[in-house]
């Protein structure tokens, strides 16, 4: 439980003394992630009770929906809460949680290196209004600290701070706090969903993919549309299947099945076997942690065996499925535009069981099941193959040998190699007869 005692600063007052003290700054720090070329920012000392919570960082956004959640608030309590004492307490404990994490073995949660170094090392960054766009942990790991031995703490009486020009937009205070925090050396990753939120939030903002994927860091282009997507996808499954979409609890620990789902959907075209792919994976994801199931056991259900695993559930559930060829488009069948696919007519019953949540683990365990035994079937139709294979490279590696460059000490060894392989050959062409 927080020891500190928020209090919320009049913003005129905030803005006045804030104003005041860039007129006499303590110095002036050339910062470089505002503008490309730089800018010298007044760094001023302010008493810690005066900055609040930046309600749009990225780091606590899913959080704040769990809270929401949890607590029953409205949607909007965080983002119409940042000069509320009651959402800035909220958030203020968002942040000693996390100020209390470290990352491995390696890093020290932000409160363990503050107890030991009894001081503020780097400073904290301010809007104009005193609105903290990054050091929002570790505002809140020097206030607890503070509260719980003003005498030990003294030096957090006061917080050094730069401040940001007046002019800076919203979409820039977005851009700066990704460049300082959300590039992938940072100490403390972000979950999986906030990074994602940024990421739409940037494009949405207007930022090209090119930008974005420079910004982050990514390796490719489409990996900005794959987070997008992936975070979208992940949403849906709380709005239309957990029915509450900021039960992100729900997914914290979901990133490689809503990956999964990402690339498998990005494969298909079928829009009826999109849908079935969702709701296969939906069952799943909902009982995953009760059956401890890995992404890669079950990912052929949402991904390249979506219509045989579909087919077998409903044999085992005696669910008769709609004699539809579904290797077909529309058109063909139908002569004409339909709204609904050949896949989502076939499988319409199966699918109307599929979104029953109260048989949602029984289904779950029979997909995890069917998945295993169709993995079985195919390694071992694999290992059948496995012969024909090894003896198409094996015919490909002799056909590539070049004899006219081989040298003349050599050709007696060659012969022979070639004697024993027809040999061999010979043999094995015996034993298939």
């Avoid at 494009?203 to 974005?212: C, D």
């Avoid at 052929?300 to 045989?308: L, M, P, Q």
């Avoid at 559930?317 to 139908?334: G, H, K, R, S």
């Avoid at 993995?375 to 015919?395: F, Y």
Wanted: with cysteine; proline share 3%; net charge negative.
């Amino acid at each position: 439980m927080a020891k500190y005692t928020i209090k919320v600063e009049d913003i005129a007052k905030r803005k006045h003394v804030i104003k005041q003290k860039c007129k006499s700054p303590l110095r002036e720090d050339r910062f470089y992630f505002y503008v490309p070329e730089g800018i010298d920012l007044p760094a001023i000392a302010i008493p810690i009770d005066m900055p609040v919570y930046r309600m749009a960082n990225y780091r606590t956004r899913t959080r704040q929906k769990a809270y929401i959640h949890k607590h029953n608030k409205k949607s909007d309590y965080f983002t119409t809460g940042e000069e509320d004492t009651t959402a800035q307490r909220a958030q203020h404990e968002l942040l000693v949680d996390l100020a209390n994490r470290g990352s491995g073995e390696s890093i020290i949660s932000i409160v363990r290196k503050f107890e030991q170094d009894q001081r503020q090392t780097e400073a904290i960054l301010l809007t104009h209004e005193g609105v903290v766009v990054n050091g929002n942990r570790r505002l809140a790991a020097m206030r607890e600290l503070y509260a719980s031995d003003a005498g030990t703490y003294r030096t957090f009486e006061y917080v050094q701070a730069l401040v940001l020009p007046e002019s800076v937009t919203v979409s820039e205070l977005r851009k700066i706090e990704v460049q300082l925090q959300m590039q992938q050396e940072t100490k403390l990753p972000y979950d999986w969903t906030d990074e994602c939120i940024a990421v739409r939030d940037l494009f949405m903002g207007g930022m090209t993919k090119q930008e974005i994927m420079r910004l982050m860091r990514l390796e490719k282009e489409s990996d900005v549309q794959a987070m997008i997507d992936r975070v979208s996808e992940a949403e849906m499954y709380l709005t239309d299947y957990i029915g509450n979409p900021d039960a992100y609890e729900a997914i914290e620990d979901k990133k490689q099945l809503f990956t999964e789902l990402q690339r498998a959907l990005d494969k298909k075209s079928d829009k009826g076997e999109k849908e079935l792919a969702r709701k296969l994976c939906y069952v799943i994801t909902k009982h995953s942690r009760e059956f401890d199931t890995r992404a890669y056991d079950v990912k052929i259900a949402f991904g390249s065996k979506t219509k045989e695993v579909a087919d077998r559930l409903a044999e085992r559930l005696d669910i008769e499925l709609a004699d539809v060829p579904t290797d077909q488009t529309d058109d063909d069948i139908f002569g004409g535009e339909t709204d609904d696919s050949p896949v989502s007519i076939r499988y319409a019953p199966l699918n109307a069981v599929l979104a029953k949540k109260s048989q949602s683990k029984q289904l779950a365990e029979a997909i995890k099941e069917i998945c295993s035994e169709v993995r079985e079937e195919d390694d071992d139709q694999d290992k059948a193959r496995k012969p024909l294979r090894d003896v198409r490279k094996a015919r490909a590696m002799l056909a590539r040998v070049d004899l006219q460059a081989a040298s003349d000490d050599s050709i007696a060894d060659i012969r022979a190699e070639l004697e024993q392989i027809a040999k061999l050959a010979k043999a094995m062409i015996k034993g298939l007869k």
